[in-house]
């Protein structure tokens, strides 16, 4: 995709929805990295349901020591992989207070230190809760940064280092939400919703979804009206 093209397609992106945020519930950055730990292989939704009841107990890694691994269990058997991500959670929250003094660090390499915490991850974390402006690639930029033409990769690696390339400085705080939520909503995997998609006319994508036909018009029988 052309550079003229990138930018005007996260033009478009930030007119139509120029603060966007994320859909996961948190109150406190270690609600945040708890929630993002617990979404992978799931979806935001059944993760909010699971951390409902569990965020109102628990705010920081102390309180969630204090739950206990079978006490986290319980709250979100729900999601899948329940049990290692509970272990893990459980983990993560013992080196915060141990080394962090209860804190979520803001540097990467501490982040990817934690347990259950890869750079997606990291990546959520850094731009979510301290502002940076990180992309994290997870299934859905991975997809349209491919489909689109925006920035191939064979790895989600690949496309994170395409997009740092680029997308435009003005727009990189906001990008990961804005092709997250362009992936789930209308760049989706079975049918992407073409005719809606405002970047259509940039999009490389080459089998676009056709508009829906138009339902044929009613005959009348002769010599009715």
């Not at 974390?125 to 925006?150: C, W």
Request: charged share 25%; hydrophobic share 45%; with cysteine.
């Amino acid at each position: 995709m052309k550079r003229a093209d990138v930018e005007e397609f996260f033009r478009r992106l930030s007119a139509a929805d120029p603060a966007p945020q994320t859909e996961l519930a948190y109150g406190t950055v270690y609600q945040l990295l708890v929630a993002v730990v617990l979404s992978a292989q799931a979806t935001d939704v059944g993760v909010n349901k699971a951390t409902r009841l569990l965020f109102q107990q628990v705010d920081n890694p102390a309180a969630m020591l204090a739950l206990g691994e079978d006490g986290l269990k319980a709250h979100i058997k729900t999601i899948g992989l329940f049990n290692a991500k509970a272990k893990n959670v459980i983990a993560l929250s013992r080196l915060l207070v141990d080394l962090h003094g209860g804190e979520v660090p803001r540097d990467r390499a501490a982040l990817e230190a934690l347990p259950g915490v890869g750079r997606k991850t990291a990546n959520v974390v850094l731009n979510v809760a301290f502002g940076e402006p990180t992309i994290a690639v997870d299934t859905h930029i991975f997809r349209v940064g491919n489909r689109t033409g925006l920035a191939p990769g064979r790895t989600p690696l690949d496309v994170e280092k395409a997009l740092e390339r680029k997308v435009p400085k003005a727009y990189r705080l906001h990008a990961h939400h804005w092709l997250i939520l362009h992936g789930r909503y209308v760049c989706k995997a079975r049918k992407p919703d073409c005719p809606a998609c405002m970047v259509a006319d940039l999009c490389r994508y080459k089998l676009k979804t056709p508009p829906a036909a138009l339902p044929a018009p009613v005959q009348m029988p002769v010599g009715e009206s």
